[in-house]
Each structure stands twice: as structure tokens, then as C-alpha cells.
Nanobody, 124 residues
Framework: QVQLVESGGGLVQPGGSLRLFCAAS????????MAWFRQAPGKEREFVAA????????YYADSVKGRFTISRDNAKNTVELSMASLKPEDTAVYYC?????????????????WGQGTQVTVSS
């Protein structure tokens, strides 16, 4: 079992930056692929970014590529999503997720453990 807790969300103006954090307890994170998803009101949960078990590989949704950076610190059992050049369409609840495999990386159904989410609002 893995428990995930996100933090760092908030209100930011367009063009601004935020850093989201995901802290894990229970089983160590170093055996899991970690990912961030987001869900806007009335929309399905969508893939944002993922990082391999050791942090050497990353993958991003086209909508955030070049603006967001995912990283992990297995020693601290944490995952970070650094977001820059934020746009109003980035507004959503952001969720951290853990999964055992990399295949079909964009599928929310493959996530085995979810955090409770943290709200990000981009508005002037």
C-alpha cells in the first residue's frame, strides 16, 4: 500500500509558476512509475506527466511539454511537478499517481494509487 499526499496548489496569474509536491508514505516509491494527472470541472482526468522508476526518463502531454517538469527524489519519497508559463486552461485539480509499469502511460486506469488532489487555478 502507498499513500500519496499532494501539496503546493493555489491561485496564480497567467504566465506564473507553481510547484506541486507529492509525498508518499507506506511502501517506498522507488519501485513505482510516478505520474501526474489533472481533472478540470466537467472533464475526464487527463495525463500530464510521468517519470520512470529511477527518474532517468520522463514523458509529457503535448499540452504541457516545454512548460512543466516532473522529477522525483526516491530518497525522500517525493515527486515534484514544476509548472511554468501557466495558462487558464491549466486550471484543474492535479493528482499524483503511482503504478508498477510504464505501458500505456497515459491511461488513468493503470494508476494503482492516487492522492487526494490539489487545486490549481490560473486566473487574473
Amino acid at each position: 500500500q502507498v499513500q500519496l499526499v499532494e501539496s503546493g496548489g493555489g491561485l496564480v496569474q497567467p504566465g506564473g509558476s507553481l510547484r506541486l509536491f507529492c509525498a508518499a508514505s507506506g511502501r517506498a516509491l522507488h519501485t513505482y512509475v510516478m505520474a501526474w494527472f489533472r481533472q478540470a470541472p466537467g472533464k475526464e482526468r487527463e495525463f500530464v506527466a510521468a517519470v520512470t522508476v529511477r527518474g532517468g526518463g520522463t514523458y509529457y502531454a503535448d499540452s504541457v511539454k516545454g512548460r512543466f517538469t516532473i522529477s522525483r527524489d526516491n530518497a525522500k519519497n517525493t515527486v515534484e511537478l514544476s509548472m511554468a508559463s501557466l495558462k487558464p486552461e491549466d486550471t484543474a485539480v492535479y493528482y499524483c499517481g503511482a503504478r508498477s509499469t510504464w505501458g500505456d502511460i497515459k491511461a488513468a486506469s493503470k494508476i494503482q494509487y492516487w492522492g487526494q488532489g490539489t487545486q490549481v487555478t490560473v486566473s487574473s
